[in-house]
């Protein structure tokens, strides 16, 4: 069972940055996708940002420009980095790993945005 340990949420004030980071107990060489989903409260979960393991990128038009999404395929990690944060933004921020046949999911992070 593969797991995923998230890190670097937090609080920041609107236009702060912080950076994500989510790392894989295991090296995946055949997943489809890796990256992010949020859940503000309230709300559904929704994708951020996912990258395939060809580095085609996925993200949500309300992040373009803002928001980007990297991997480290040796270290089994993705990283989110987000500039010029919102109000909005505000979620919790799950990791999320597809390989053919399963999905897993980190923890959760809470990122919180507030003036």
């Known amino acids: 069972q593969v797991q995923l340990v998230e890190s670097g949420g937090g609080s920041v004030q609107p236009g702060g940055s912080l950076r994500l980071s989510c790392t894989a107990s295991e090296r995946i060489f055949n997943y489809l996708t890796m990256g992010w989903y949020r859940q503000a409260p309230g709300s559904q979960l929704t994708l951020v940002a996912t990258?395939?393991?060809?580095?085609?990128?996925t993200m949500e038009d309300s992040v373009k420009g803002r928001f980007t999404i990297s991997r480290d395929s040796a270290k089994n990690t993705v990283n989110l980095q987000m500039n010029n944060l919102k109000l909005e933004d505000t979620a919790v921020y799950y990791c999320?790993?597809?390989?053919?046949?399963?999905?897993?999911w980190g923890q959760g992070t809470q990122v919180t945005v507030s003036s």
């Open positions: 990258i395939s393991s060809f580095g085609r990128i």
């Open positions: 999320n790993l597809n390989v053919p046949d399963n999905s897993f």
